[in-house]
């Protein structure tokens, strides 16, 4: 399963296969996962390139993100039939001191889960995560959207990334990362509580941080949708900073 990459003086696109979305979509899906040009020229011939690419492997759905301020980008990606379909922010924490006052009853407890977890694990990330990549394309049938939400929390605790949130004796959420051994950085990758304890979001969240401070994680990002106005709110709560915003697009080939 080669990658796409082309380099030219003045840009670069790089591309992968997503089978691990085409599992759930039930087409096959590529992601452009870098692309620069510091004119138009170079743009367009990047874009056209990678189209031929994924069309001799059956590519039905390209899509990735391009800096939101990257008007020649964009403007390339409209003129080669691209539409945008999404907003999401890149936010960061530095330093894991200061946060929010939870009281100590309230915090709930993570451990690894484990694959007894999966079921319910999967239910609440199909049940109450709403938003994301596919979750707001208008074009993806929304259930195999869920489903590929779904999908990916049993990945991430196949791959020993995820936690399950236990309070009072009751698994109320979920929360996973990844960790570099080399530096004192983590990626945020999935985080939330089910529904019905969504009163615990902020005590959950306090609890991932803190292990994060235990371990001598000095510094954590991840990528939230622009749309998750209440998960938003939630991250200038614990101090996150906003850093950059990412424009979504897509194109059925």
């Known amino acids: 399963m080669a990658d796409?990459?082309?380099?030219?003086e003045c840009g670069l696109l790089h591309a992968r296969l997503t089978p691990w979305d085409e599992r759930a979509l039930g087409f096959v899906t590529a992601e452009v996962t870098a692309f620069h040009a510091n004119d138009k020229d170079s743009a367009r011939q990047l874009l056209e390139e990678v189209q031929g690419w994924a069309?001799?492997?059956q590519v039905k759905y390209l899509f990735g993100r391009v800096d939101a301020n990257g008007h020649l980008l964009r403007g390339a990606l409209l003129d080669e039939g691209f539409q945008?379909?999404?907003?999401?922010?890149?936010v960061s924490r530095s330093g894991m001191g200061n946060l929010p006052a939870v009281p100590r009853g309230m915090l709930p407890e993570l451990r690894p889960a484990t694959s007894a977890d999966i079921p319910l694990l999967r239910q609440i990330a199909h049940d109450d995560f709403g938003h994301g990549r596919f979750l707001e394309d208008p074009a993806i049938d929304s259930a195999r959207a869920r489903a590929r939400?779904?999908?990916?929390?049993?990945?991430?605790?196949?791959?020993?990334?995820a936690h399950a949130a236990e309070?009072?004796?009751?698994?109320?959420?979920f929360h996973a990362e990844r960790t570099h051994p080399d530096q004192p950085h983590a990626d945020l990758l999935l985080?939330?509580?089910?529904a019905p304890f969504s009163m615990l979001a902020m005590p959950l969240w306090v609890t991932a941080l803190e292990s994060l401070a235990a371990r001598d994680i000095q510094r954590c990002t991840t990528l939230v949708s622009a749309a998750n106005t209440g998960i938003l709110n939630l991250y200038a709560r614990l101090g996150f900073q906003f850093n950059s915003t990412l424009t979504g697009f897509r194109k059925f080939l």
């Open 149 to 161: 939400t779904a999908n990916w929390i049993e990945d991430l605790i196949n791959g020993g990334l």
């Open 191 to 194: 985080t939330g509580a089910a």
């Open 84 to 90: 945008f379909v999404e907003t999401s922010l890149t």
């Open 4 to 8: 796409f990459e082309l380099r030219l």
């Open 55 to 57: 069309l001799g492997r």
């Open 167 to 173: 309070s009072r004796g009751r698994v109320i959420g």
